[in-house]
């Protein structure tokens, strides 16, 4: 993990967001390889940092008010990212990369959200949830909660994580996309159908 902290340290001597994004990713040198998942390279991640990383569905109550898409927690062993699973996949995967960004950055989530926000925010997004429950959740997890939601991209901290989210997801697009030309003979193409699926690669 102190190669991840040490190169997140480094990025943050650039002042320009994207600049700063672009440098953290190529420090890390992820494995973005065909054919692409997510759930792997999630792993892949998880691995290189010395953590577990889960991914699960938000909670019915937390989905459907609309308001958040991505919600992370830290926990001791784990690291737990919630994600919608009523939307787009590709805006699924975003919400999941955005997260990971977060993880892969060492943000605190304190800076994030507070107590307050955390108990307003569960109140009025599941109402149905006890208030003392609410109340233990954010006092244990102010400093471990990270929501992705519109407001919160007003942040500083957020928009760091949204622009490293962005560039893993761009390069995560470049591997759906054919790696042929588009007018390619027929012939060659279905030769360089054959040799990918070799590898295990999707055309």
């Known amino acids: 993990m102190s190669s991840v902290r040490d190169a997140a340290a480094a990025a943050r001597t650039i002042d320009d967001p994207e600049l700063r994004a672009r440098s953290f990713l190529d420090t890390l040198q992820l494995q973005f390889a065909r054919p692409w998942s997510i759930d792997r390279f999630v792993a892949e991640v998880g691995f290189k940092i010395g953590r577990v990383i889960v991914i699960l569905d938000l909670p019915d109550d937390l989905s459907e008010s609309g308001e958040v898409s991505g919600f992370w927690v830290r926990t001791a062993p784990v690291d737990v990212i919630y994600v919608r699973s009523d939307v787009d996949p590709l805006f699924r995967e975003q919400c999941i990369l955005h997260e990971v960004a977060h993880?892969?950055?060492?943000?605190?989530?304190?800076?994030?959200?507070?107590?307050?926000?955390?108990?307003?925010?569960?109140?009025?997004?599941?109402?149905?949830?006890?208030r003392t429950m609410i109340s233990a959740l954010a006092e244990e997890q102010r400093a471990k909660v990270c929501f992705t939601r519109v407001p919160d991209f007003l942040q500083p901290i957020e928009a760091e994580a949204e622009w490293l989210g962005t560039l893993m997801l761009a390069r995560a697009d470049s591997l759906r996309k054919p790696f042929y030309p588009e007018n390619i003979d027929s012939k060659d193409k279905e030769t360089l159908r054959r040799v990918a699926t070799l590898f295990g690669w999707q055309m």
């Open 103 to 130: 993880i892969l950055l060492g943000h605190d989530a304190d800076v994030v959200v507070t107590e307050d926000i955390l108990v307003e925010s569960f109140m009025r997004m599941a109402p149905a949830i006890p």
